[in-house]
Nanobody
């Protein structure tokens, strides 16, 4: 069973940058389409970016131009570089395969304050 462990979250001021990571263990990571999702307080989890096994990327309009998804298949890790952060980016950030595994990781909290 694949385990997903997100890390790298924290608190940052508006306009700042932060990078989060997601390490996967088990399974066949290099063959998976991987995605980042986020869940703001009181809201549903939402898709924000995806990357194919070959590195093709799609970013949701809400983060396009500010966030960049990447991956390193050698270490079974997917990354999300975030810049120009806004208070609306405050959320718990999760990664998962697309389509998603049933089990999600614990996520990593990102808090953007003004």
């Amino acid at each position: 069973q694949v385990q997903l462990v997100e890390s790298g979250g924290g608190s940052v001021q508006v306009g700042g940058s932060l990078n989060v990571s997601c390490a996967a263990s088990g399974g066949y990571f290099s063959s998976y389409v991987m995605g980042w999702f986020r869940q703001a307080p009181g809201k549903q989890r939402k898709f924000i970016a995806r990357i194919s096994s070959g590195g093709s990327r799609i970013h949701d309009a809400s983060v396009k131009g500010r966030f960049t998804i990447s991956r390193d298949n050698a270490v079974n890790t997917v990354y999300l570089e975030m810049s120009s952060l806004e208070p609306e980016d405050t959320a718990v950030y999760y990664c998962n395969r697309i389509p998603a595994f049933e089990n999600w990781g614990q996520g990593t909290q990102v808090t953007v304050s003004s």
